[in-house]
Every structure is written in structure tokens, then in C-alpha cells.
């Protein structure tokens, strides 16, 4: 059977709304108090680990891992949570460099204890919205994009903060090499529905689904991640989706 026969809905709504000015993608940046080890990993690591966008020109990713001397490809997570997906991939694929972007500073700092315990060399973060580092990239510099579990704003009037929209599909497309993937996950049938739809007006990205196991089961060498497993065990059950960036020209 083919998955396309069982999509997840297309929402209801105002899609022109999602093209409004200057969208705040994430809510707070901030939650419980921070404790002195976090803190101490915030002043010391996060320095040497932030990436930081040019007031102009382009920033090639590659430059970014320099300790990472058989760099074989680089990858991009937006909003990365805990950082427990992120670090499981930094540590089996030490080739590889990932840069995570996520505001939320008690997320930042789980990541970073991750980086530090594991000595993780693979791995840049972005403490700020992604959409300017984004701008930032030359075409066709990264392999994989992901973006998992993102904040659905279930209510119509806040759908226009949801971070997925032709926009900012066609600015995955162009920053992917031919080939290269973008992941989506999501427990929210309503979002999954929402990305499908808005990826399927995207002329570079092709979704590589061919049945209905291809976006009910994780992707190859899923390592989960904890909001999934709380998804779960209230009853949600996720969808998976990839999009591959079709050949250029």
C-alpha cells in the first residue's frame, strides 16, 4: 500500500498568514534556574562552541569544525530539545559535523554536558534563531536537516509561528546538497499534515516515502529521543517524514 493513501489531514486555516514578517518560531528562552555546573559549562563551553552568523557574505559550514580534521559531511538540527538526539548522532558519526540550533538555554545546556562528558568534537550550537544562520549558508553545503518535534502552536491564530512553511522549505532545498535529506518528526498529526502539504508545493524536495511503514517507523539508526517517548506513552504516535533535495539543473 502506498503511505500516500493514509496521509495525516491537511489543517484547516489561513495559509496566507504564514508568510508574516519576523516570526518568533520558539517561546521562552529560559526555564528552571540554572545550576552551578550548568552555568559553568554555559561561561566556559558554549564560547568555544557557539556559531555566530556574518553581518554579510556567506559562512561555509565546514570551516566551523576544525578539530574534526576527516570531515566527511555536515548536518543541521533545528531545535534540538535536550540535545539527546543530536549528541547520539555527533557520537556515531565522529565525520560528521552538526551544528544545533536551539534557543532554549536549559536545552543548550544539556547538550552541552553531552559535548563535555562525551568529548564530542563534532559539535557547534546555535543559541539563537536559525532562520538568520540559515540565510547564512551557501547552497548545497549541508547533508541532512533535521527538525524534530517542533512547537506545533496548535491554535489557528498561532499557526503562522510554526517554523515550517514554503519559505522556509524552499531555504532547507537550497542549503541541502543533491541527494542530501531533510527529517521531520512530529507527534502532531495536524503539523505532519501541515508539512506535507506545504513540501509538496516545493519543487526541490521530493518525499521518499513508497508505503505507510516508510513515515509510522523511526528513520535508519533512530536513537529516539525523550519528548518522543513521553508521545508515546500518552498514546501519540509519530510520524516520521524525510524529503530528499532533487538534482539541480
Request: glycine share 10%; charged share 30%.
Amino acid at each position: 500500500m502506498d503511505g500516500r493513501d493514509q496521509l495525516p489531514p491537511e489543517p484547516e486555516g489561513d495559509h496566507d498568514a504564514e508568510g508574516a514578517p519576523e516570526r518568533a518560531f520558539f517561546g521562552r528562552r529560559k526555564g528552571k534556574r540554572l545550576r552551578e555546573g550548568q552555568e559553568r559549562r554555559l561561561a566556559e563551553l558554549l564560547p568555544a562552541l557557539r556559531v555566530t552568523v556574518p553581518p554579510d557574505g556567506a559562512l561555509d559550514p565546514a570551516t566551523l569544525f576544525p578539530a574534526v580534521p576527516d570531515l566527511r559531511e555536515v548536518w543541521l538540527e533545528i531545535g534540538f530539545g535536550g540535545g539527546e538526539h543530536l549528541a547520539a548522532q555527533a557520537a556515531a558519526h565522529p565525520d560528521v559535523g552538526i551544528i544545533g540550533a536551539e534557543p532554549f538555554v536549559n536545552g543548550v545546556v544539556k547538550l552541552l554536558r553531552a559535548v563535555d562528558e562525551q568529548g564530542l568534537r563534532n559539535v557547534r550550537v546555535r543559541d539563537e534563531d536559525v532562520t538568520a544562520l540559515i540565510a547564512r549558508l551557501p547552497d548545497a553545503c549541508l547533508a541532512r536537516v533535521y527538525l524534530l518535534y517542533p512547537d506545533p502552536w496548535p491554535k489557528r491564530r498561532q499557526r503562522k509561528r510554526r517554523f515550517v512553511s514554503e519559505g522556509s522549505l524552499a531555504e532547507i532545498a537550497r542549503v541541502l546538497r543533491d541527494g542530501g535529506v531533510f527529517r521531520f518528526a512530529s507527534d502532531i498529526d495536524d503539523y505532519a499534515g501541515w508539512t506535507l502539504a506545504r513540501a509538496a508545493r516545493c519543487p526541490d524536495l521530493a518525499w521518499t516515502a513508497a508505503s505507510a511503514d516508510d513515515w509510522r517507523q523511526p528513520f535508519p539508526g533512530w536513537p529516539g529521543t525523550r519528548y518522543e517517548a513521553k508521545a508515546i506513552a500518552a498514546g501519540r504516535r509519530p510520524t516520521y517524514l524525510e524529503f530528499a533535495r532533487r538534482p539541480r539543473g
